[in-house]
């Protein structure tokens, strides 16, 4: 398998539930990062890990809990979450350093009831 | 801060149509700049990227030239087709982001037979 591949490609939850998204890369990057694209928003970057430390948290709700255990695995732990936290939530990967592009996964549709 | 604005979409074409998808950013220093398409059901693509003033970027028929004195980085193709149907996003990586990207708010593009 190639690339960055993001499980489960759907969820719908809950206020109450607990549940995580799971995204694994194998392109050998050191920097994984998960970004929020909701409708006729831009894209919000949330939390960047490079080096498996992370480096930015961009205000994002603490319902919302990231976990990085290595270089090729990056996980969102959800828990308590609001309807507006209804999105598709990408996970990329890249080389540290400003040239270098980010690579994506195809997301995970999360609906919250 | 840094930041991407890119022109309002939907854009609706014919097929064989010119493109141009306007983008312009507001950045410090010598910024990075990226083309990124998402089809419908997937993560986002690179397209192209240009990495310093006067230089083209071009893939699958799509050039955007980095023009430092005006602030842009336009999307172009000369005829478009139907499977170019998807939402572009332009990008930019700053000098001292260490590769995070800043996103414009995507550009719907609609090619019709």
């Known amino acids: 398998e190639t690339g960055v591949t993001q499980t489960p490609r759907h969820l719908v939850m809950g206020m109450t539930n607990k549940k995580s998204l799971k995204c694994e890369q194998h392109?050998?990057?050191?920097?994984m990062y998960w970004y929020k694209q909701s409708a006729k928003k831009p894209l919000e970057l949330m939390f960047v890990y490079s080096l498996e430390e992370r480096v930015e948290n961009n205000s994002v709700p603490s319902r919302f809990s990231p976990e990085c255990p290595n270089s090729s695995h990056l996980f969102l732990h959800l828990h308590t979450l609001q309807p507006e936290d209804s999105a598709l939530y990408l996970c990329?990967?890249?080389?540290?350093?400003?040239?270098?592009?980010?690579?994506f996964g195809n997301g995970t549709r999360l609906t919250v009831t | 801060g840094n930041s991407v604005t890119q022109m309002e979409g939907p854009v609706t074409l014919s097929e064989e149509a010119f493109l141009t998808i306007n983008c312009t950013y507001t950045a410090t220093g010598y910024p990075s700049l990226f083309w990124y398409v998402q089809y419908p059901g997937e993560g986002l693509q690179l397209l192209l990227k240009a990495t310093k003033a006067d230089d083209k970027g071009s893939n699958k028929g799509f050039e955007a030239t980095y023009r430092k004195e005006t602030t842009s980085f336009h999307l172009e193709k000369g005829s478009v087709q139907v499977s170019d149907s998807a939402v572009y996003f332009c990008?930019?990586?700053?000098?001292?982001?260490?590769?995070?990207?800043?996103f414009g708010q995507g550009t719907e593009l609609s090619v019709k037979p």
């Open positions: 392109l050998g990057h050191n920097a």
């Open positions: 990329a990967s890249s080389q540290v350093g400003r040239n270098s592009p980010l690579h």
């Open positions: 990008a930019l990586s700053g000098d001292n982001q260490g590769g995070k990207l800043i």
